[in-house]
């Protein structure tokens, strides 16, 4: 009897070295490429972390130097973030945050720079289009109407759509095309929430072009 177990346990163990022979390899790198995964997909998340807690230090040092109209270490801060944290919605926000300082410094070119950056790096469609308007901005101050209007051209998130139809009416009005301005500030006025305080704004530009919204707005009451 004990022979005859030995012999069907010997038999289980050789079709075991058989299948293992066959198959052990396939096993093993599918074991290996599967526990790969998940420890890539913890230390990514780690990564993650650590990566934005870094650049949130970084950003904070970034806005003391905009506080203190320090550029020289306002371009050493945004460049090391550039280079180490790219990835991370701190260093859009800083570079965002940088273009304003640099704009109030008269560096046009730097604040161009850096709002750019943010226009083609971020994956954040809202500071996507808060760069393109300001870029737009920009244009519009150097005359480069072309080129404000190609920034406007990019897809804007809806939330962005009335500030980008203000925009475009003011590089229409500067072209001295009143009559596509005055289109477009409609627009724009009649998507913005009523509520909102840059509706008036909205509303002094359509009164200089001879538009009065008043009855408009009225009738709705």
């Not at 058989?18 to 074991?31: C, P």
């Not at 090391?80 to 919605?89: C, F, L, S, V, W």
Request: proline fraction near 1%; avoid cysteine; charged fraction near 25%.
């Amino acid at each position: 009897m004990a022979s005859q177990l030995d012999l069907e346990e010997q038999e289980q163990i050789d079709r075991l070295k058989h299948f293992w022979q066959r198959y052990g390899n396939a096993i093993t790198w599918l074991l290996i490429a599967v526990l790969g995964t998940f420890a890539a997909f913890n230390g990514w998340q780690y990564w993650q972390r650590k990566q934005g807690a870094e650049a949130a230090v970084m950003y904070d040092q970034l806005e003391a130097a905009v506080q203190a109209g320090d550029v020289a270490k306002l371009d050493r801060t945004l460049a090391d973030m550039k280079e180490r944290y790219a990835g991370t919605t701190y260093a859009h926000q800083a570079a965002l945050l940088a273009a304003r300082l640099y704009y109030e410094k008269d560096k046009a070119d730097s604040a161009k720079a850096a709002l750019a950056w943010v226009a083609e790096k971020s994956a954040d469609e809202g500071l996507q289009a808060i760069a393109r308007l300001r870029l737009a901005g920009l244009a519009l101050e150097a005359k480069a109407y072309d080129e404000a209007l190609a920034q406007l051209g990019n897809k804007m998130p809806a939330a962005f759509a009335a500030l980008a139809d203000d925009r475009r009416g003011d590089v229409l009005l500067a072209q001295g095309k009143s009559a596509e301005a005055k289109a477009h500030y409609g627009k724009a006025y009649a998507a913005m929430d009523e509520r909102a305080e840059y509706r008036r704004l909205l509303e002094v530009k359509l009164n200089a072009l001879g538009v009065d919204v008043a009855p408009a707005a009225e009738g709705k009451k």
